[in-house]
Protein backbone atom coordinates (compact mmCIF):
# COMPACT_ATOMS: atom_id res chain seq x y z
CA UNK A 1 0.00 0.00 0.00
CA UNK A 2 1.40 3.74 -0.62
CA UNK A 3 -0.22 7.04 0.27
CA UNK A 4 -2.36 8.32 -2.16
CA UNK A 5 -0.34 10.53 -4.91
CA UNK A 6 2.96 9.08 -4.33
CA UNK A 7 4.69 7.39 -7.07
CA UNK A 8 5.70 3.72 -6.15
CA UNK A 9 9.22 2.94 -6.36
CA UNK A 10 10.80 2.36 -10.00
CA UNK A 11 7.45 4.26 -11.30
CA UNK A 12 9.44 7.59 -12.21
CA UNK A 13 12.10 10.17 -10.95
CA UNK A 14 12.29 11.13 -7.29
CA UNK A 15 10.66 14.68 -6.43
CA UNK A 16 13.63 16.37 -4.91
CA UNK A 17 13.91 19.43 -6.59
CA UNK A 18 11.55 21.33 -4.29
CA UNK A 19 14.13 20.90 -1.46
CA UNK A 20 16.86 21.82 -3.71
CA UNK A 21 15.64 25.04 -5.21
CA UNK A 22 14.37 26.07 -1.82
CA UNK A 23 17.34 25.60 -0.24
CA UNK A 24 19.17 27.63 -2.82
CA UNK A 25 18.72 30.61 -2.20
CA UNK A 26 19.81 30.37 1.32
CA UNK A 27 23.38 28.89 0.01
CA UNK A 28 23.63 31.31 -2.48
CA UNK A 29 23.27 34.34 0.08
CA UNK A 30 25.64 32.14 2.69
CA UNK A 31 28.21 31.95 -0.63
CA UNK A 32 28.09 35.63 -1.42
CA UNK A 33 28.90 36.38 2.37
CA UNK A 34 30.68 33.30 3.09
CA UNK A 35 34.00 34.83 5.12
CA UNK A 36 31.39 36.90 6.67
CA UNK A 37 27.79 35.71 7.16
CA UNK A 38 27.81 33.75 10.76
CA UNK A 39 26.62 29.78 9.67
CA UNK A 40 24.60 29.31 12.29
CA UNK A 41 22.38 31.85 11.27
CA UNK A 42 22.42 30.22 7.54
CA UNK A 43 21.92 27.10 9.00
CA UNK A 44 19.09 28.24 10.80
CA UNK A 45 16.86 29.84 8.11
CA UNK A 46 17.95 26.93 5.86
CA UNK A 47 15.97 24.38 7.96
CA UNK A 48 12.94 26.97 8.21
CA UNK A 49 12.19 26.93 4.90
CA UNK A 50 12.94 23.23 3.55
CA UNK A 51 10.86 22.43 6.77
CA UNK A 52 7.89 25.27 4.65
CA UNK A 53 8.61 23.40 1.08
CA UNK A 54 8.15 20.12 3.02
CA UNK A 55 4.68 20.56 4.43
CA UNK A 56 3.75 22.60 1.17
CA UNK A 57 4.68 19.17 -1.01
CA UNK A 58 2.93 17.28 1.23
CA UNK A 59 -0.06 19.90 1.62
CA UNK A 60 -0.34 19.98 -2.39
CA UNK A 61 -0.09 16.20 -2.73
CA UNK A 62 -3.24 15.78 -0.88
CA UNK A 63 -4.95 18.33 -2.45
CA UNK A 64 -3.83 17.21 -6.05
CA UNK A 65 -3.12 14.03 -5.71
CA UNK A 66 0.23 13.75 -7.35
CA UNK A 67 3.72 14.61 -5.74
CA UNK A 68 5.10 15.71 -8.97
CA UNK A 69 2.60 18.21 -9.56
CA UNK A 70 2.89 19.09 -5.95
CA UNK A 71 6.35 19.52 -6.35
CA UNK A 72 6.65 21.20 -9.44
CA UNK A 73 4.05 24.24 -7.52
CA UNK A 74 6.11 24.15 -4.63
CA UNK A 75 9.43 24.41 -6.57
CA UNK A 76 7.91 27.64 -8.40
CA UNK A 77 6.63 29.49 -5.23
CA UNK A 78 9.79 28.92 -3.33
CA UNK A 79 11.95 30.56 -6.61
CA UNK A 80 9.06 32.85 -7.31
CA UNK A 81 8.99 33.94 -3.24
CA UNK A 82 12.76 33.79 -2.09
CA UNK A 83 14.60 35.89 -5.30
CA UNK A 84 12.11 38.17 -6.41
CA UNK A 85 15.20 40.36 -4.71
CA UNK A 86 17.96 39.51 -6.62
CA UNK A 87 16.13 39.92 -9.64
CA UNK A 88 15.32 43.02 -9.13
CA UNK A 89 18.68 44.09 -7.80
CA UNK A 90 20.06 42.98 -11.39
CA UNK A 91 17.45 44.82 -13.52
CA UNK A 92 17.06 48.13 -11.37
CA UNK A 93 13.61 46.79 -10.39
CA UNK A 94 11.74 48.36 -13.00
CA UNK A 95 7.67 49.32 -12.35
CA UNK A 96 6.60 46.57 -14.56
CA UNK A 97 9.02 44.02 -13.17
CA UNK A 98 6.68 42.68 -10.21
CA UNK A 99 3.63 42.28 -12.08
CA UNK A 100 5.43 40.27 -14.75
CA UNK A 101 7.26 38.54 -11.92
CA UNK A 102 3.87 37.61 -10.17
CA UNK A 103 1.91 36.62 -13.46
CA UNK A 104 4.85 34.02 -14.77
CA UNK A 105 4.65 32.24 -11.90
CA UNK A 106 0.92 32.47 -11.76
CA UNK A 107 1.36 30.68 -15.58
CA UNK A 108 3.90 28.24 -14.41
CA UNK A 109 1.24 27.20 -11.28
CA UNK A 110 -1.81 26.72 -13.47
CA UNK A 111 0.71 24.96 -16.04
CA UNK A 112 1.76 22.04 -13.64
CA UNK A 113 -1.55 22.10 -12.18
CA UNK A 114 -3.72 21.57 -15.47
CA UNK A 115 -1.17 19.80 -17.23
CA UNK A 116 -2.27 16.02 -18.19
CA UNK A 117 0.80 14.65 -18.48
CA UNK A 118 3.01 12.76 -15.93
CA UNK A 119 5.60 15.49 -15.26
CA UNK A 120 8.26 13.18 -15.05
CA UNK A 121 10.65 14.97 -17.91
CA UNK A 122 10.27 18.16 -16.21
CA UNK A 123 10.43 16.68 -12.84
CA UNK A 124 13.87 15.31 -14.03
CA UNK A 125 14.84 18.88 -15.52
CA UNK A 126 13.78 20.40 -12.56
CA UNK A 127 15.81 18.10 -10.38
CA UNK A 128 19.31 18.45 -12.35
CA UNK A 129 18.50 22.52 -12.38
CA UNK A 130 18.56 22.72 -8.68
CA UNK A 131 21.38 19.97 -7.67
CA UNK A 132 23.38 22.24 -10.23
CA UNK A 133 22.32 25.34 -8.26
CA UNK A 134 22.94 23.76 -5.04
CA UNK A 135 25.95 22.35 -6.05
CA UNK A 136 27.71 25.53 -7.20
CA UNK A 137 26.96 27.31 -3.78
CA UNK A 138 28.47 24.52 -1.81
CA UNK A 139 31.96 24.31 -4.14
CA UNK A 140 31.84 28.81 -3.11
CA UNK A 141 31.20 28.11 0.57
CA UNK A 142 33.71 25.35 0.44
CA UNK A 143 36.02 26.98 -1.45
CA UNK A 144 36.29 29.53 0.45
CA UNK A 145 36.76 27.23 3.79
CA UNK A 146 39.62 25.03 2.10
CA UNK A 147 41.37 28.49 1.01
CA UNK A 148 41.46 29.67 4.49
CA UNK A 149 42.91 26.43 6.07
CA UNK A 150 45.36 26.07 3.12
CA UNK A 151 46.35 29.37 3.92
CA UNK A 152 46.75 28.77 7.44
CA UNK A 153 48.95 25.58 6.35
CA UNK A 154 50.97 27.85 3.85
CA UNK A 155 51.64 30.63 6.70
CA UNK A 156 53.67 27.98 8.13
CA UNK A 157 56.05 27.53 5.83
CA UNK A 158 56.35 31.19 5.13
CA UNK A 159 56.66 32.43 8.84
CA UNK A 160 56.79 35.86 9.32
CA UNK A 161 58.06 36.99 5.37
CA UNK A 162 54.89 36.56 4.53
CA UNK A 163 53.77 39.65 6.99
CA UNK A 164 56.64 41.95 6.12
CA UNK A 165 55.60 41.26 2.44
CA UNK A 166 52.62 42.66 3.44
CA UNK A 167 53.82 45.59 4.14
CA UNK A 168 54.75 46.32 0.39
CA UNK A 169 58.01 47.35 1.36
CA UNK A 170 57.11 50.54 4.04
CA UNK A 171 56.00 49.87 7.86
CA UNK A 172 55.21 46.47 7.60
CA UNK A 173 57.05 45.31 10.88
CA UNK A 174 55.57 47.98 12.56
CA UNK A 175 52.00 46.31 12.85
CA UNK A 176 52.91 42.50 13.20
CA UNK A 177 51.49 40.76 15.73
CA UNK A 178 54.50 39.75 17.64
CA UNK A 179 55.49 43.36 18.74
CA UNK A 180 51.60 43.25 21.05
CA UNK A 181 52.30 41.87 24.67
CA UNK A 182 49.00 39.99 25.79
CA UNK A 183 46.20 42.09 26.57
CA UNK A 184 46.06 44.13 28.65
CA UNK A 185 49.63 44.36 28.27
CA UNK A 186 49.63 47.43 31.07
CA UNK A 187 47.79 48.23 33.64
CA UNK A 188 47.04 51.93 33.21
CA UNK A 189 45.54 54.50 35.83
CA UNK A 190 43.81 58.10 35.31
CA UNK A 191 47.19 60.15 36.11
CA UNK A 192 46.36 63.52 35.02
CA UNK A 193 44.69 64.84 37.82
CA UNK A 194 41.28 65.54 39.39
CA UNK A 195 39.05 62.99 38.76
CA UNK A 196 39.10 60.25 35.63
CA UNK A 197 37.43 61.69 32.85
CA UNK A 198 35.02 59.65 30.91
CA UNK A 199 36.02 58.58 27.07
CA UNK A 200 33.78 58.69 24.12
CA UNK A 201 34.50 56.89 20.99
CA UNK A 202 31.81 57.13 18.41
CA UNK A 203 32.32 56.25 14.68
CA UNK A 204 30.60 57.34 12.53
CA UNK A 205 30.90 54.87 9.44
CA UNK A 206 32.24 55.87 5.91
CA UNK A 207 32.10 59.48 7.11
CA UNK A 208 34.48 61.03 5.23
CA UNK A 209 37.26 63.54 5.42
CA UNK A 210 36.35 66.93 3.97
CA UNK A 211 39.21 66.40 1.21
CA UNK A 212 37.39 63.12 0.77
CA UNK A 213 33.86 64.51 0.18
CA UNK A 214 35.20 66.71 -2.07
CA UNK A 215 37.02 64.27 -3.78
CA UNK A 216 33.97 61.75 -4.05
CA UNK A 217 30.81 63.82 -4.39
CA UNK A 218 31.75 67.46 -4.37
CA UNK A 219 30.00 67.93 -1.48
CA UNK A 220 31.83 70.80 0.96
CA UNK A 221 31.44 69.76 4.28
CA UNK A 222 34.88 72.26 5.40
CA UNK A 223 31.88 74.82 7.50
CA UNK A 224 31.00 71.40 9.74
CA UNK A 225 34.68 70.66 10.41
CA UNK A 226 34.88 73.94 11.80
CA UNK A 227 31.48 74.28 13.66
CA UNK A 228 33.19 71.45 15.99
CA UNK A 229 36.72 73.52 15.63
CA UNK A 230 34.28 76.30 17.61
CA UNK A 231 33.24 73.99 19.73
CA UNK A 232 36.70 73.01 21.25
CA UNK A 233 37.69 69.85 19.06
CA UNK A 234 40.95 69.74 17.00
CA UNK A 235 40.29 68.21 13.82
CA UNK A 236 42.61 66.59 11.61
CA UNK A 237 42.09 67.56 7.99
CA UNK A 238 44.39 64.64 7.07
CA UNK A 239 43.58 61.56 8.84
CA UNK A 240 42.95 58.16 6.95
CA UNK A 241 42.26 54.75 7.88
CA UNK A 242 44.67 52.38 8.06
CA UNK A 243 42.52 49.50 7.14
CA UNK A 244 39.85 49.20 3.77
CA UNK A 245 36.90 47.71 5.64
CA UNK A 246 34.72 48.61 8.24
CA UNK A 247 35.42 44.91 10.32
CA UNK A 248 39.16 45.02 9.12
CA UNK A 249 39.30 49.32 10.39
CA UNK A 250 37.89 49.02 13.76
CA UNK A 251 39.91 45.60 14.95
CA UNK A 252 43.13 47.95 13.84
CA UNK A 253 42.16 50.92 16.43
CA UNK A 254 40.55 49.20 19.13
CA UNK A 255 43.61 46.62 18.71
CA UNK A 256 46.27 49.75 18.59
CA UNK A 257 47.90 47.88 15.91
CA UNK A 258 47.92 46.57 11.86
CA UNK A 259 46.25 43.73 11.09
CA UNK A 260 49.69 42.81 8.77
CA UNK A 261 49.60 38.97 10.86
CA UNK A 262 46.95 37.91 9.70
CA UNK A 263 48.41 37.81 6.39
CA UNK A 264 50.98 35.16 7.65
CA UNK A 265 48.67 33.34 9.80
CA UNK A 266 45.67 33.09 7.40
CA UNK A 267 47.24 33.67 4.26
CA UNK A 268 46.16 35.89 1.65
CA UNK A 269 43.76 34.14 -0.26
CA UNK A 270 41.11 34.12 2.01
CA UNK A 271 37.63 36.05 2.36
CA UNK A 272 37.20 34.66 6.13
CA UNK A 273 36.39 38.20 8.46
CA UNK A 274 36.09 35.43 11.43
CA UNK A 275 39.19 36.45 13.09
CA UNK A 276 38.80 40.11 12.22
CA UNK A 277 34.93 39.74 14.02
CA UNK A 278 36.94 38.10 17.01
CA UNK A 279 39.07 40.92 17.43
CA UNK A 280 35.86 43.13 17.78
CA UNK A 281 34.74 40.89 20.77
CA UNK A 282 37.52 41.18 22.66
CA UNK A 283 39.63 44.28 21.80
CA UNK A 284 42.74 45.77 24.01
CA UNK A 285 41.15 49.24 24.11
CA UNK A 286 38.42 48.00 26.38
CA UNK A 287 41.01 45.82 28.38
CA UNK A 288 42.91 48.77 29.02
CA UNK A 289 40.25 50.78 30.31
CA UNK A 290 38.71 48.27 32.27
CA UNK A 291 42.28 47.88 33.80
CA UNK A 292 42.50 51.40 34.92
CA UNK A 293 38.93 50.95 36.25
CA UNK A 294 37.04 52.48 33.91
CA UNK A 295 33.56 50.42 32.97
CA UNK A 296 33.14 50.27 29.61
CA UNK A 297 29.49 50.69 27.70
CA UNK A 298 28.67 49.34 24.41
CA UNK A 299 25.99 51.59 22.54
CA UNK A 300 25.81 48.76 20.07
CA UNK A 301 24.37 49.16 16.36
CA UNK A 302 22.38 46.71 13.90
CA UNK A 303 25.15 45.35 12.46
CA UNK A 304 26.05 41.69 13.93
CA UNK A 305 29.66 42.38 14.51
CA UNK A 306 29.03 45.49 16.78
CA UNK A 307 25.75 44.68 17.84
CA UNK A 308 27.35 43.90 21.55
CA UNK A 309 30.17 42.81 23.10
CA UNK A 310 31.29 40.05 25.25
CA UNK A 311 33.90 42.08 27.14
CA UNK A 312 31.34 45.19 27.80
CA UNK A 313 30.38 45.66 31.52
CA UNK A 314 27.04 47.04 29.88
CA UNK A 315 25.40 46.65 26.15
CA UNK A 316 23.51 48.96 25.22
CA UNK A 317 22.03 50.48 21.54
CA UNK A 318 20.08 48.90 19.33
CA UNK A 319 20.43 45.57 20.82
CA UNK A 320 20.33 46.57 24.46
CA UNK A 321 17.87 46.69 27.14
CA UNK A 322 14.12 48.10 26.11
CA UNK A 323 14.77 48.38 22.72
CA UNK A 324 13.71 46.36 19.96
CA UNK A 325 16.64 44.96 17.93
CA UNK A 326 16.17 43.12 14.94
CA UNK A 327 16.89 39.54 13.53
CA UNK A 328 20.27 38.48 11.82
CA UNK A 329 22.05 40.19 9.38
CA UNK A 330 21.78 37.50 7.39
CA UNK A 331 18.06 36.63 7.96
CA UNK A 332 16.96 40.20 6.82
CA UNK A 333 18.48 40.39 3.96
CA UNK A 334 17.65 37.17 3.07
CA UNK A 335 14.21 38.51 3.92
CA UNK A 336 15.04 41.52 2.14
CA UNK A 337 15.74 39.94 -1.06
CA UNK A 338 12.69 37.73 -1.00
CA UNK A 339 9.57 38.64 -2.67
CA UNK A 340 8.60 40.47 0.89
CA UNK A 341 11.04 43.06 0.02
CA UNK A 342 9.00 44.19 -2.36
CA UNK A 343 6.09 45.57 0.25
CA UNK A 344 5.63 48.77 1.42
CA UNK A 345 7.98 49.87 3.84
CA UNK A 346 5.40 50.79 6.53
CA UNK A 347 4.01 47.04 5.88
CA UNK A 348 3.09 45.37 9.15
CA UNK A 349 5.00 41.92 8.11
CA UNK A 350 8.07 41.61 5.98
CA UNK A 351 11.81 42.68 6.19
CA UNK A 352 12.17 46.27 7.04
CA UNK A 353 16.00 47.23 6.42
CA UNK A 354 15.61 50.91 6.00
CA UNK A 355 13.41 50.69 8.91
CA UNK A 356 15.96 49.04 11.14
CA UNK A 357 18.89 51.47 9.50
CA UNK A 358 17.03 54.73 10.58
CA UNK A 359 15.72 53.27 13.84
CA UNK A 360 19.72 52.02 15.16
CA UNK A 361 21.00 54.96 14.11
CA UNK A 362 18.16 56.94 16.24
CA UNK A 363 18.79 54.59 19.39
CA UNK A 364 22.56 55.13 19.40
CA UNK A 365 22.54 58.88 19.04
CA UNK A 366 19.70 58.57 22.14
CA UNK A 367 21.17 56.64 24.44
CA UNK A 368 25.09 57.65 23.93
CA UNK A 369 24.78 60.97 26.78
CA UNK A 370 22.35 58.76 29.29
CA UNK A 371 25.83 57.06 29.94
CA UNK A 372 27.24 60.52 31.37
CA UNK A 373 24.98 60.07 34.02
CA UNK A 374 26.93 57.25 35.78
CA UNK A 375 28.76 58.72 38.48
CA UNK A 376 31.52 56.10 37.12
CA UNK A 377 34.33 56.82 34.79
CA UNK A 378 33.22 55.21 31.74
CA UNK A 379 34.89 54.41 28.26
CA UNK A 380 31.95 54.46 25.55
CA UNK A 381 32.07 52.30 22.51
CA UNK A 382 29.57 53.26 19.54
CA UNK A 383 29.52 52.63 16.04
CA UNK A 384 27.22 54.48 14.27
CA UNK A 385 25.95 53.25 10.64
CA UNK A 386 25.98 57.12 9.33
CA UNK A 387 26.04 58.18 6.51
CA UNK A 388 26.44 54.71 5.26
CA UNK A 389 23.71 53.82 3.17
CA UNK A 390 21.17 53.11 3.26
CA UNK A 391 20.02 56.53 2.68
CA UNK A 392 17.03 56.49 4.98
CA UNK A 393 16.84 60.43 5.78
CA UNK A 394 16.48 63.77 4.56
CA UNK A 395 18.81 66.76 5.71
CA UNK A 396 16.36 67.79 8.28
CA UNK A 397 15.69 63.82 9.20
CA UNK A 398 12.26 62.75 7.94
CA UNK A 399 12.14 59.31 6.33
CA UNK A 400 12.92 58.52 2.60
CA UNK A 401 11.38 55.94 1.02
CA UNK A 402 13.54 53.71 -1.24
CA UNK A 403 11.17 55.09 -4.10
CA UNK A 404 12.61 58.55 -3.43
CA UNK A 405 16.34 57.43 -2.97
CA UNK A 406 15.93 55.52 -6.59
CA UNK A 407 14.54 58.61 -7.91
CA UNK A 408 17.91 60.92 -6.63
CA UNK A 409 20.99 60.70 -7.29
CA UNK A 410 23.90 59.35 -5.02
CA UNK A 411 24.85 62.88 -4.22
CA UNK A 412 21.49 64.45 -3.33
CA UNK A 413 21.17 60.86 -1.17
CA UNK A 414 24.12 60.94 0.58
CA UNK A 415 24.18 65.13 0.97
CA UNK A 416 21.03 64.55 2.74
CA UNK A 417 22.00 61.76 4.76
CA UNK A 418 25.58 63.67 5.70
CA UNK A 419 23.67 66.81 6.88
CA UNK A 420 21.58 65.09 9.44
CA UNK A 421 24.43 63.06 10.59
CA UNK A 422 25.85 66.11 10.94
CA UNK A 423 22.79 67.97 13.02
CA UNK A 424 22.83 64.68 15.53
CA UNK A 425 26.66 65.43 16.11
CA UNK A 426 26.24 68.87 16.74
CA UNK A 427 23.59 67.85 19.43
CA UNK A 428 25.31 65.08 21.16
CA UNK A 429 28.62 67.55 21.66
CA UNK A 430 25.83 69.83 22.74
CA UNK A 431 24.70 67.29 25.65
CA UNK A 432 27.80 65.98 26.00
CA UNK A 433 29.79 69.09 27.31
CA UNK A 434 26.04 70.45 29.28
CA UNK A 435 27.42 69.66 32.58
CA UNK A 436 30.26 71.57 34.26
CA UNK A 437 33.26 72.05 32.72
CA UNK A 438 35.83 69.85 35.21
CA UNK A 439 33.39 67.08 34.26
CA UNK A 440 33.99 67.50 30.68
CA UNK A 441 34.17 64.07 28.83
CA UNK A 442 37.17 63.30 25.93
CA UNK A 443 35.50 63.04 22.54
CA UNK A 444 36.94 61.24 19.84
CA UNK A 445 34.30 61.48 16.87
CA UNK A 446 36.00 59.21 14.02
CA UNK A 447 35.13 56.94 10.53
CA UNK A 448 36.05 53.39 9.82
CA UNK A 449 36.77 54.13 6.61
CA UNK A 450 34.98 57.01 3.69
CA UNK A 451 32.56 56.07 1.35
CA UNK A 452 32.93 54.23 -1.60
CA UNK A 453 34.29 55.79 -5.27
CA UNK A 454 30.46 55.83 -7.39
CA UNK A 455 32.62 54.13 -10.24
CA UNK A 456 32.82 50.97 -7.87
CA UNK A 457 28.78 50.72 -8.09
CA UNK A 458 28.70 51.14 -11.37
CA UNK A 459 28.07 47.61 -13.40
CA UNK A 460 30.38 47.08 -15.72
CA UNK A 461 33.11 49.58 -14.90
CA UNK A 462 35.55 46.55 -13.87
CA UNK A 463 36.07 48.81 -10.72
CA UNK A 464 38.76 47.13 -8.45
CA UNK A 465 40.85 48.47 -4.88
CA UNK A 466 44.50 48.38 -6.75
CA UNK A 467 42.91 49.81 -9.88
CA UNK A 468 41.34 52.70 -8.43
CA UNK A 469 42.66 56.09 -9.17
CA UNK A 470 44.57 58.19 -6.34
CA UNK A 471 41.44 60.34 -6.27
CA UNK A 472 39.15 57.52 -5.26
CA UNK A 473 41.61 56.27 -2.68
CA UNK A 474 41.70 59.81 -0.89
CA UNK A 475 37.78 59.79 -0.92
CA UNK A 476 37.78 56.10 0.41
CA UNK A 477 40.59 56.55 3.12
CA UNK A 478 40.30 59.91 4.29
CA UNK A 479 38.12 60.22 7.65
CA UNK A 480 36.81 62.39 10.18
CA UNK A 481 38.95 62.59 13.05
CA UNK A 482 37.75 65.62 15.63
CA UNK A 483 39.07 64.96 19.39
CA UNK A 484 37.51 66.95 22.12
CA UNK A 485 40.50 67.38 24.92
CA UNK A 486 39.09 69.09 27.87
CA UNK A 487 40.93 72.49 29.06
CA UNK A 488 44.13 71.02 31.55
CA UNK A 489 44.79 68.47 29.62
CA UNK A 490 46.94 67.51 26.79
CA UNK A 491 46.83 64.91 24.15
CA UNK A 492 49.23 65.72 21.03
CA UNK A 493 46.13 64.67 18.86
CA UNK A 494 48.41 65.24 15.77
CA UNK A 495 50.30 62.04 16.38
CA UNK A 496 47.39 60.30 15.59
CA UNK A 497 46.60 60.98 12.34
CA UNK A 498 45.59 57.52 11.63
CA UNK A 499 43.23 55.24 14.49
CA UNK A 500 45.76 52.70 14.82
CA UNK A 501 47.71 55.15 17.27
CA UNK A 502 44.74 56.85 18.57
CA UNK A 503 44.68 55.07 22.08
CA UNK A 504 48.29 54.87 21.80
CA UNK A 505 48.52 58.43 22.08
CA UNK A 506 45.44 59.86 24.61
CA UNK A 507 46.85 56.09 27.27
CA UNK A 508 50.43 57.10 26.99
CA UNK A 509 49.23 60.95 27.76
CA UNK A 510 46.80 60.64 30.62
CA UNK A 511 46.69 57.33 31.69
CA UNK A 512 50.21 55.88 32.25
CA UNK A 513 51.04 54.43 29.20
CA UNK A 514 54.08 53.64 27.30
CA UNK A 515 53.45 52.60 24.00
CA UNK A 516 55.42 53.41 20.83
CA UNK A 517 53.88 55.57 18.05
CA UNK A 518 53.86 53.38 15.25
CA UNK A 519 54.56 54.34 11.45
CA UNK A 520 51.21 55.80 9.87
CA UNK A 521 50.40 53.62 6.93
CA UNK A 522 47.37 52.67 4.92
CA UNK A 523 46.54 49.12 3.54
CA UNK A 524 43.92 48.27 0.46
CA UNK A 525 43.08 44.52 -0.36
CA UNK A 526 42.91 42.92 -3.43
CA UNK A 527 39.16 41.75 -2.80
CA UNK A 528 36.70 40.06 -0.56
CA UNK A 529 38.50 36.54 -1.78
CA UNK A 530 41.85 38.08 -0.95
CA UNK A 531 40.95 40.07 2.60
CA UNK A 532 44.80 39.77 3.82
CA UNK A 533 46.60 40.52 0.59
CA UNK A 534 47.72 44.08 1.89
CA UNK A 535 48.98 46.66 -0.22
CA UNK A 536 50.25 49.71 1.72
CA UNK A 537 49.44 53.20 -0.61
CA UNK A 538 49.96 55.71 1.86
CA UNK A 539 52.74 57.56 -0.48
CA UNK A 540 49.11 57.55 -3.00
CA UNK A 541 47.10 59.54 -0.73
CA UNK A 542 49.30 62.65 -0.59
CA UNK A 543 50.13 62.11 3.04
CA UNK A 544 52.99 59.58 3.62
Same mark, same amino acid.
Given at each position: ?24 ? @? ?9 ? !? ?31 ? =? ?67 ? /?? /? ?37 ? /? ?57 ? =?????? +? ?77 ? +????? $? ?94 ? /? ?10 ? $? ?35 ? @? ?6 ? !??? @? ?59
Amino acid at each position: MKAAGWPARGTGPAVLHPYLLAAWP @VLLLLAANAGE !ARASDAMAALLVIVAGATALVALLTVLLRDVRR =AGLVTSVLAVTLLTYGHVGNLTGEPPWLLPAWLGAATAAVVAAVRTGTRLDGATRVANRLGGALVALSL /IS /IASVAISGQLSAADAGDGGAGSAADAGDGGAGSAGTASE /IEPTPAQSLSWRAGGPPRDVYYVVFDRYGSAASLEALFGLDNQPFMDELTDRGFTVLPD =ARANHL +RTAQSLASSLRMDYLLDLRAEHGPNTGDLGPVHALLQDHRVGRLFQSAGYRYVHVGSWWDPTATNTLADEVLGYEGPDN +RGGGS $DFTEVLLDTSLLGALPEDAAVGPNLRLQHREAAMVQLDQLPRVAQDPRPTFTFAHVLLPHEPYVFDAEGRPVTSAEAKARTLQENFAGQLAYTNDR /IAGLVEELLAGP $DEQDPIILLQADEGPHPPRSNQPGSGFTWPGATDEEL @VGKLGILS !AWY @VPEGLHVPVSQAETPVNSFRVLFNALYGGTFEVLPERSYIFRDTAHLYDFTDVTERLGTG
